[in-house]
T-cell receptor, first 117, second 114 residues
Framework: GAGVSQSPSNKVTEKGKDVELRCDPI?????LYWYRQSLGQGLEFLIY????????KSGLPSDRFSAERTGGSVSTLTIQRTQQEDSAVYLC???????????????FGDGTRLSIL | DQQVKQNSPSLSVQEGRISILNCDYT??????FLWYKKYPAEGPTFLIS?????DKNEDGRFTVFLNKSAKHLSLHIVPSQPGDSAVYFC?????????????FGKGTRLSVIA
């Protein structure tokens, strides 16, 4: 389909390992967002990209978290030295962007379920 | 402090009746509001949105009402169907763009009973 694609869908890893999560946005969507949902919680914003730049990184919980986006398309979220509290579903969303295109909904992928043992 | 609140964690409704899901917000800078529906193991699916210049938006069985003075919005589903059973998230953003990060409520689990 033409929706937001995330991989892997599930990831189980040992505490202390690094993980990399991938997001492929809808074609033509220049805005890309990462959120996470911990058990019993709502969605928590992590980072936002406009093209390849990240105007808002305010939601990254620690310096173990980083993200990049290349070619205005695919994004990767990297978590270094994972901790058990990093266990969550990591969701990516994309939308049409720009001041000239206001009020565009964000469309989500199915997420990566990350479990840290 | 939660800026978007969904005070009912769950709601149960008979098939064919109206479902009303509520959401309150505290930040007066929010000007674009959305409802998402989420099934288990899937990402949230966009349902309907409303800009702060409107007080109602309708799309088929789904209607969203916005009361800016009360900082309250609601989603009405009528008639409710068993396939509507899911978790519904209210979300808000500011600065008249809709492209800023969304602030989400914690969700309301709707069960439609046949």
């Amino acid at each position: 389909g033409a929706g937001v694609s995330q991989s892997p869908s599930n990831k189980v890893t040992e505490k202390g390992k690094d993980v990399e999560l991938r997001c492929d946005p809808i074609s033509g969507h220049t805005a890309l967002y990462w959120y996470r949902q911990s058990l019993g919680q709502g969605l928590e914003f992590l980072i936002y990209f406009q093209g390849n730049s990240a105007p808002d990184k305010s939601g990254l919980p620690s310096d173990r978290f980083s993200a990049e986006r290349t070619g205005g398309s695919v994004s990767t979220l990297t978590i270094q030295r994972t901790q058990q509290e990093d266990s969550a579903v990591y969701l990516c969303a994309s939308s049409l962007a720009g001041v000239q295109v206001p009020n565009q909904p964000q469309h989500f992928g199915d997420g990566t379920r990350l479990s840290i043992l | 402090d939660q800026q978007v609140k969904q005070n009912s964690p769950s709601l149960s409704v008979q098939e064919g009746r109206i479902s009303i899901l509520n959401c309150d917000y505290t930040n007066s800078m929010f000007d674009y509001f959305l409802w998402y529906k989420k099934y288990p193991a899937e990402g949230p699916t966009f349902l309907i949105s409303i800009s702060s210049i409107k007080d109602k938006n309708e799309d088929g069985r789904f209607t969203v009402f916005l009361n800016k003075s009360a900082k309250h919005l609601s989603l009405h589903i009528v008639p409710s169907q068993p396939g509507d059973s899911a978790v519904y998230f209210c979300a808000a953003s500011g600065f008249n763009s809709g492209n800023t990060p969304l602030v989400f409520g914690k969700g309301t689990r709707l069960s439609v009973i046949a």
